[in-house]
């Protein structure tokens, strides 16, 4: 069985351009979570996407934004990227309908912002 | 406001030492509680759970757990650690619709 999938797995960009970033849960999986990793900061909540609604978001300013499609797949969008955007950014699913529930990691994007 | 602490940002240990790693979590009831392991370029990988039961949670790669209420703590133990167990680790609060994470312990295995 597939684990979660994520894309691209390193991603560059300048400041102020826009950045997507995509993630494939585990087939049967409905639940996807996408965390911010800064270096020395831990891994921060940034989006819960469950049966293509959007539950709940972490601390994060209005440009992160995301959607999930039909198929449960999900994009992150960070719009006007900042120096401080650069972080690997991780994606979890879950068959369950909490976060407090088991979630599967994918390997990461990283995302460098110059 | 919920919130993990893990205490030691880095441990080095000698193969074959036993090795524990801290986790306290602040929270008005009891949440679910998890370890993960992220291995150099990989994702997370969980270790154990606790959801609720046993207080002694088992885990794979030899690892255990030990959820104590009146410490609010959940600290990963490993009786001998091997060169392969040197990662980051991370304590992972689950409660109510958020999941929390701890900062991460970073371990070192001196053979």
């Known amino acids: 069985e597939a684990g979660v999938t994520q894309s691209p797995t390193h991603l560059i960009k300048t400041r102020g351009q826009q950045a997507t970033l995509r993630c494939s849960p585990i087939?049967?999986?409905?639940?996807v979570y996408w965390y911010q990793q800064a270096l020395g900061l831990g891994l921060q909540f940034l989006l819960w996407y469950d049966e293509g609604e959007e539950r709940n978001r972490g601390n994060f300013p209005p440009r992160f934004s995301g959607r999930q499609f039909p198929n449960y797949s999900s994009e992150l969008n960070v719009n006007a990227l900042e120096l401080e955007d650069s972080a690997l950014y991780l994606c979890?699913?879950?068959?369950?309908?909490?976060?407090?529930?088991?979630?599967?990691f994918g390997p990461g994007t990283r995302l460098t912002v110059l | 406001a919920q919130s993990v602490t893990q205490p030691d940002i880095h441990i080095t240990v000698s193969e074959g030492a036993s090795l524990e790693l801290r986790c306290n979590y602040s929270?008005?009831?009891?949440?679910?509680l998890f370890w993960y392991v992220q291995s150099p370029g990989q994702g997370l990988q969980l270790l154990l759970k606790?959801?609720?039961?046993?207080?002694l949670v088992q885990g794979i790669k030899g690892f255990e757990a030990e959820f104590k209420r009146s410490q609010s703590s959940f600290n990963l133990r490993k009786p001998s650690v091997h060169w392969s167990d040197a990662a980051e680790y991370f304590c992972?609060?689950?409660?109510?619709?958020?999941?929390?994470f701890g900062t991460g312990t970073s371990l070192t295995v001196i053979p």
């Open positions: 929270y008005g009831a009891t949440p679910y």
């Open positions: 992972a609060v689950g409660a109510g619709n958020q999941f929390y």
């Open positions: 606790y959801f609720s039961g046993d207080t």
């Open positions: 979890a699913s879950s068959d369950g309908r909490a976060p407090a529930d088991e979630q599967f």
């Open positions: 087939s049967g999986h409905t639940s």
